[in-house]
């Protein structure tokens, strides 16, 4: 078992890591993509990543969902990891309503009047 310690300079890497990536995926998918759909793209990781959930029951620190609903599914199967997937699934319904929301606020197209 971690440290509390060791267990908060793990989360914060992680947390650091999946931001990193959420940044760079951005910027890569900006130079080709509208940004509507580069909005809905790293909304939707940015849910996969840092969506939290308990690993077990009795367990009172976090982990990230997927990985939990991943590791859950392949080694118990997947009823045990619908405690897992349920979050993840709100989260990636939210990520797509609030991309829905910025393409057509912020990533419409603008009309010459």
């Known amino acids: 078992m971690l440290s509390e310690s060791s267990y908060l300079t793990a989360i914060y890497i992680y947390l650091g890591a999946a931001s990193v990536l959420l940044i760079y995926l951005a910027w890569i998918l900006s130079r080709y993509w509208r940004g509507g759909l580069v909005a809905l793209v790293v909304l939707l990781c940015a849910a996969l990543l840092l969506?939290?959930?308990?690993?077990d029951p009795e367990v009172s620190t976090m982990a990230p969902a997927l990985v939990v609903a991943v590791f859950e599914g392949l080694?118990?199967?997947p009823e045990a990891a619908q405690h897992a997937?349920?979050?993840?699934s709100y989260m990636a319904g939210?990520?797509?309503?609030?991309a829905?929301?910025?393409?057509?606020t912020l990533f419409r197209k603008r009309t010459a009047a």
């Open 51 to 55: 969506t939290p959930a308990y690993p």
């Open 75 to 77: 080694i118990n199967g």
């Open 85 to 88: 997937i349920k979050p993840l």
């Open 94 to 98: 939210l990520a797509f309503i609030i």
């Open 100 to 104: 829905i929301l910025l393409k057509l």
